[in-house]
């Protein structure tokens, strides 16, 4: 069937194929840890040998969420506070800085200004996402991330998305957003020009 699908249709049926070996319409949940790897070859033809690392039910909502998300891909983790470490993980390195709304989920508050902050030499400037000139007087010359959150957690201030991606793309910076208390139902980050989205669900 050709698409694009709403997203109703997508919550139901994206990332959704039939099984190949049974006929089942949804996705089976597999539970396995580890798949057997007969050779290489065979092995990469699947692309499947621990569960920690690629599962055919992971695979599954993956592609699910990014299909919510308008996205061209997804990473899955088993809490939110992993999937932004990673992120902070995978765009700074010491050195580095990132600003980050005043106003963002506790974990988020506590990995920036203690862990990256105090291990890593990454340093944050926390200020108020409701005020674009705020937010472009905290660019440094070292900022790599423009960190968003919207609504934030917890007292659900907005952040206009789609200002924030535009500032940070204007000094060619990253702006990834936080958007949990949102979901894909309500706001779609990435249509508003984020490079990133995190969503704890």
């Known amino acids: 069937v050709e698409g694009p699908f709403g997203s109703e249709t997508v919550m139901v049926h994206g990332g959704v194929v ?20 007969p050779s290489v070859d065979g092995y990469l033809s699947k692309g499947f040998s621990y569960s920690r690392t690629k599962n055919p039910t992971v695979e599954s909502l993956a ?12 990473l899955m983790f ?29 974990g988020t508050n506590r990995a920036a200004g203690v862990l990256y902050k105090e291990k890593y030499n990454i ?12 937010i472009e007087k905290a660019i440094q010359p070292n900022t790599k991330l423009i960190f968003s959150e919207s609504p934030a957690n917890p007292v659900l201030t907005l952040t206009d998305v789609e200002a924030v991606s535009k ?9 990834p957003c936080d958007s949990t208390f949102a979901t894909p139902v ?3 980050p990435l249509q508003l020009g984020a490079d990133f989205v995190c969503v704890s669900s």
């Open 167 to 175: 500032l940070a793309k204007k000094h060619n910076r990253l702006p």
């Open 63 to 74: 592609e699910k969420v990014a299909a919510l998300e308008g996205g061209e891909g997804a």
């Open 186 to 188: 309500i706001m779609n």
């Open 78 to 106: 088993s809490t939110g506070m992993a999937a932004t470490c990673s992120l902070f993980t995978a765009t700074l390195k010491s050195g580095d800085h990132c600003v980050i709304t005043e106003c963002s989920y506790g």
């Open 18 to 37: 039939p099984d190949p070996e049974t006929g089942a319409i949804l996705t089976p949940v597999m539970q396995s840890t580890t798949f057997v790897q």
């Open 123 to 134: 340093d944050f400037t926390f200020c108020d996402f409701t005020d674009l000139d705020v």
